[in-house]
Structures are given as structure tokens and as C-alpha cells.
């Protein structure tokens, strides 16, 4: 069974930044494409970016320029480092899995539906 574990969530103040980890079990982690979603309170689940196992890499354009997503096979981890943190950044992020290697395009990964494992969720705060 593979599991993801998130880390690095907390609370910063508008402006500052974050760095977002997913560790994920499992012996075939560096052909998993990956994705960063969050969840606002009383909103639905948003994408926020996704790697494939190659690096390639797709951002939501309310994140693009701002978040860097990155990916260490050699630890399976992926990271999600985010600067410029805004107040609507609020949200728990979570990580996900797909762990199918063949790249489907950019727009696949941007649906929840797409993905065959959950991690819990990390909160991410930004105060104004």
C-alpha cells in the first residue's frame, strides 16, 4: 500500500514563504506523476500543480511564478516550495499519486479524479 505523509504546513505572514514536503512510501515512487491540491474552507478541492516522473511540470495560474514544485527520487519525497505566500493561499494542501508512469498531458493532472493516492493534508496559514 502506498502512503503519503505531508509536512511543513504552518502559519506565515502574507509575503513570506514555505516549503511543503510529501514523503511517499513505495519502491516505484520515480515513476509516480505527483500533484500539490488544496482545499480552502467551504471550497472544493483546486489544483494546484503536478510533476511527472520525467520533471515535467504544470502550475495552476493562481500559483504559477510564486510555487516551484520539485521532486527527489533519491528520498521519494516531492516538494512544494512556495514564496510570495498570499492570505488566499490559505487552504490544507495535499499531496497525491498517480502511479500510472505514461504522461497523459498537462490537463489530465488537473482533475482529483485523476490520482490513486491521498496523503492527509498539511494547513498552510497566511496571515494579512
Known amino acids: 500500500q502506498v502512503q503519503l505523509v505531508e509536512s511543513g504546513g504552518g502559519l506565515v505572514q502574507a509575503g513570506g514563504s514555505l516549503r511543503l514536503s510529501c514523503a511517499v512510501s513505495g519502491r516505484t515512487f520515480s515513476t509516480y506523476t505527483m500533484g500539490w491540491f488544496r482545499q480552502a474552507q467551504g471550497k472544493e478541492r483546486e489544483f494546484v500543480v503536478a510533476?511527472?516522473?520525467?520533471?515535467?511540470?504544470y502550475y495552476a495560474d493562481s500559483v504559477k511564478g510564486r510555487f516551484t514544485i520539485s521532486r527527489d527520487n533519491a528520498k521519494n519525497t516531492v516538494y512544494l516550495q512556495m514564496n510570495s505566500l498570499k492570505p488566499e493561499d490559505t487552504a490544507v494542501y495535499y499531496c497525491?499519486?498517480?502511479?500510472?508512469?505514461?504522461?497523459?498531458?498537462?490537463?489530465?493532472?488537473?482533475?482529483?479524479?485523476?490520482?490513486?493516492?491521498w496523503g492527509k493534508g498539511t494547513q498552510v496559514t497566511v496571515s494579512s
Open positions: 497525491a499519486a498517480d502511479q500510472d508512469s505514461h504522461w497523459r498531458g498537462s490537463y489530465y493532472y488537473t482533475k482529483s479524479d485523476r490520482y490513486d493516492y
Open positions: 510533476i511527472s516522473w520525467s520533471g515535467s511540470t
